[in-house]
């Protein structure tokens, strides 16, 4: 084993150097990837629900008026 297989890789760039190795190690990398910025928008949802329960703010759904 060479010292760059031991080296731990990170990273969507990285994704792709190792998808020439290995294209199930680079699909586990897009899914995780993936994951991450989903569970970050979920996050920055309940971030958004939650201030906006804090201050009172609730949307009016305007198509009604």
């Given at each position: 084993?060479?010292s760059?297989?031991?080296?731990?890789?990170?990273?969507?760039?990285?994704?792709?150097d190792?998808i020439?190795?290995?294209?199930?190690?680079?699909?586990?990398?897009?899914?995780?990837?993936?994951?991450?910025c989903?569970?970050?928008?979920?996050?920055?949802?309940?971030?958004?629900?939650?201030?906006?329960?804090l201050t009172?703010?609730?949307h009016?759904?305007?198509?009604?008026?």
């Open positions: 084993m060479s760059m297989s031991l080296r731990m890789k990170r990273g969507i760039l990285a994704a792709i190792v020439s190795d290995s294209v199930l190690a680079g699909i586990f990398y897009f899914v995780g990837f993936g994951l991450f989903l569970e970050s928008l979920l996050s920055l949802w309940v971030i958004q629900v939650r201030e906006n329960k009172g703010f609730h009016r759904n305007l198509a009604f008026c």
